[in-house]
């Protein structure tokens, strides 16, 4: 068994403000959208993966994926997403055993009146406090930091679809 590989003071530092800084602009970036869009953001994400998606629609399965998501806790959402009139589920027609998941065109129009709060708040509380260098950086370490966890989410084309953000 190989011995383990202990972080160094400097880099538990990093790792302990990294931990900290996301989950502090997880929460900002939630309370913001509940306060100006009544949704919480795994919400909005769930509707941001659906404006990207051909049709708006995807296999729940690979909805729940592409959200790091279990397929319960992805059923649980996206029955919430139902009620509200953003998102419906249909049957597959090639497989019986899976169902698909429609963004409404409500459902597009409430990620559109969110979208620009959201975006506001992700300006200034990241993109903002950063030079153009640093943002360079976050990037290239993002993708290589994803490409070692799901190399399928690194695909470029992603941020070229649906509502920003």
């Known amino acids: 068994m190989a011995e383990t590989r202990w972080l160094s003071a400097d880099e538990q530092d990093v790792w302990r403000t ?48 592409l959200r790091g998501s279990s397929r319960s806790r992805l059923s649980h959402a996206v029955a919430r997403l139902e009620h509200a009139g953003w998102v419906e589920r249909r049957d597959c027609p090639t497989d019986k055993r899976g169902s698909l998941a429609v963004l ?41 930091v994803l490409g070692g966890l799901d190399p399928d989410k690194t695909l470029p084309g992603n941020r070229e679809l649906g509502v920003g953000c």
């Open 18 to 65: 990294f931990v900290t800084m996301l989950g502090a602009l997880n929460d900002h970036l939630d309370r913001q959208l509940q306060r100006d869009s009544g949704m919480p953001y795994t919400y909005y994400e769930i509707l941001v993966v659906l404006s990207h998606a051909p049709d708006r629609t995807l296999r729940m399965s690979e909805l729940a994926g």
């Open 104 to 144: 409404t065109d409500v459902g597009f129009a409430a990620l559109a009146a969110a979208a620009p709060g959201h975006v506001t708040a992700v300006r200034e509380n990241l993109f903002d406090r950063l030079t153009p260098d640093q943002v360079r950086v976050l990037g290239e370490i993002s993708v290589a």
